[in-house]
C-alpha cells in the first residue's frame, strides 16, 4: 500500500474553511484516495474518496491534483464538532492507517 | 440499527485468559476487516473476509489471534493466553463489495484491557 504524509496537527477557526493536505507520491494508477477522520473513544468515520476527479458531498470537497501525488480536504465552514484526528489513506484493498492530522476548532 | 455493531464494548480479561470478540457487520456487506488499535496510535490492520473466506491474515500479531467468519456475515475476534501487550480497541470494518471504490463503515470497537 501506498505511504501517505500528513501533518501531525493543524487549527482552524469555527467557521473557517479546513484545508487538510496529504502527499501520497507512491500512488499507483488504480488505487484510490480516502480520508477518514475519528473523534476520541469512536470508531473511524468515513468523509469522502476519490481516484483522480474532484469530489464533493455534504461534509467534505476532496481535491487531488493532476498528477495524484497529494491530495486536500477541505471542510468547507469547519464547526467545534470537526474536531478529529483525519486521516489520509490510498487504498489497495485493505485501508492502511498512518498517523493522521490532528484538527482542532478553535471558538 | 443499520451500522456495523460490536459486543462487548468493554472487556477487561486477566492475563492468560481467552476472549472472543463479536462483530456483525452491515447487513450484505461482503468485505470485512479487523482491526487493532493502540492508545494514541492509528489502527492496525489485522485481518480480511470476503464472506467467508479469509483472504488475508498477515496483520494478525502472532498464533494467539484467531479470526472466523462461517457463515459469510457474524465475525469473531478470539485471542488466547491474553498478555498485557493485547491491551488496544479492536475494530471491525464491513463494506459492499471487494473493490477499492466501496467505502469501508467502522464499528465503534471494542476495548480490551489485559490486567
Known amino acids: 500500500d501506498a505511504k501517505t504524509t500528513q501533518p501531525p496537527s493543524m487549527d482552524c477557526a469555527e467557521g473557517r474553511a479546513a484545508n487538510l493536505p496529504c502527499n501520497h507520491s507512491?500512488?499507483?494508477?488504480?488505487?484510490?484516495v480516502y480520508w477518514y477522520r475519528q473523534i476520541h473513544s469512536q470508531g473511524p468515520q468515513y468523509i469522502i474518496h476519490g481516484l483522480k476527479n474532484n469530489e464533493t458531498n455534504e461534509m467534505a470537497s476532496l481535491i487531488i491534483t493532476e498528477d495524484r501525488k497529494s491530495s486536500t480536504l477541505i471542510l468547507p465552514h469547519a464547526t467545534l464538532r470537526d474536531t478529529a484526528v483525519y486521516y489520509c489513506i490510498v487504498r489497495a484493498i485493505r485501508l492502511t492507517f498512518g498517523e493522521g492530522t490532528q484538527l482542532t476548532v478553535n471558538p | 440499527g443499520a451500522g456495523v455493531s460490536q459486543s462487548p464494548r468493554y472487556k477487561v480479561a486477566k492475563r492468560g485468559q481467552d476472549v472472543a470478540l463479536r462483530c456483525d457487520p452491515i447487513s450484505g456487506h461482503v468485505s470485512l476487516f479487523w482491526y487493532q488499535q493502540a492508545l494514541g496510535q492509528g489502527p492496525e490492520f489485522l485481518t480480511y473476509?470476503?464472506?467467508?473466506?479469509?483472504?488475508?491474515k498477515s496483520g494478525l500479531p502472532s498464533d494467539r489471534f484467531f479470526a472466523e467468519r462461517p457463515e459469510g456475515s457474524v465475525s469473531t475476534l478470539k485471542i488466547q493466553r491474553t498478555q498485557q501487550e493485547d491491551s488496544a480497541v479492536y475494530l471491525c470494518a464491513s463494506s459492499l463489495a471487494r473493490g477499492r471504490n466501496t467505502e469501508a463503515f467502522f464499528g465503534q470497537g471494542t476495548r480490551l484491557t489485559v490486567v
Open positions: 507512491t500512488i499507483s494508477g488504480n488505487e484510490y
Open positions: 473476509f470476503q464472506n467467508e473466506a479469509q483472504l488475508d
